[in-house]
T-cell receptor
């Protein structure tokens, strides 16, 4: 069965620090990968996605993620975080080309950014 | 995302009560999903539906049932609510092909 592991439960950073959140998945087939963000009291919003092509994908708000197939990883990065990036971040995976397949989520990483 | 609407947004109820959470969408998507979110556990899939005639159990379907009344509507029911079903519930939709899921604003359910 597929699973997603997020390495950090809670990350605390100061503004302007660089961010990297780890995500590894277990699945032998071809996958689509996602990062979602949930700001306090809000619903999940898509941050970025990888379906195919360039393994370095850029999302909204300056975030990017790199798909490394050999490591089954899809780590999220941002060079300089802002206070407004305080949120919970979820990595998710689904099988490629499987109609209707649901997302498998990691347990989430809470990011707290101090100003 | 205003295209996926969940009602109610908040609900407090007692153990043993029957609860229905509703989800409607204007995105025209065939695929709809119900998840629950618990602190430290992320989102877990309860049920999902490919179309009106199709219902599938997810990871944690026990204690829940669903109804796909129309393409745009997917309801989640707790027949006899229990306290460990206290959680934040999200509905999501997805179009065909390689598409991301779109989430509603969530329903915060508390069972006393």
């Amino acid at each position: 069965a597929q699973s997603v592991s997020q390495h950090n439960h809670h990350v605390i950073l100061s503004e302007a620090a660089s961010l990297e959140l780890g995500c590894n998945y277990s699945y032998g087939g071809t996958v689509n990968l996602f990062w979602y963000v949930q700001y306090p009291g809000q619903h999940l919003q898509l941050l970025l996605k990888y379906f195919s092509g360039d393994p370095l994908v850029k999302g909204i708000k300056g975030f990017e993620a790199e798909f490394i197939k050999s490591k089954f990883s899809f780590n999220l990065r941002k060079p300089s975080v802002q206070w407004s990036d305080t949120a919970e971040y979820f990595c998710a995976v689904t099988e490629k080309n499987q109609a209707g397949t649901a997302l498998i989520f990691g347990k989430g990483t809470t990011l707290s950014v101090s100003s | 995302d205003a295209d996926v609407t969940q009602t109610p947004r908040n609900r407090i109820t007692k153990t043993g009560k029957r609860i229905m959470l509703e989800c409607s969408q204007t995105k025209g998507h065939d695929r709809m999903y119900w998840y629950r979110q618990d602190p430290g556990l992320g989102l877990r899939l309860i049920y999902y539906s490919f179309d009106v005639k199709d219902i599938n159990k997810g990871e944690i379907s026990d204690g829940y049932s669903v109804s796909r009344q129309a393409q745009a509507k997917f309801s989640l029911s707790l027949e006899s609510a229990i306290p460990n079903q206290t959680a934040l519930y999200f509905c999501a939709t997805r179009g065909q092909g390689d598409q991301p899921q779109h989430f509603g604003d969530g329903t915060r359910l508390s069972i006393l």
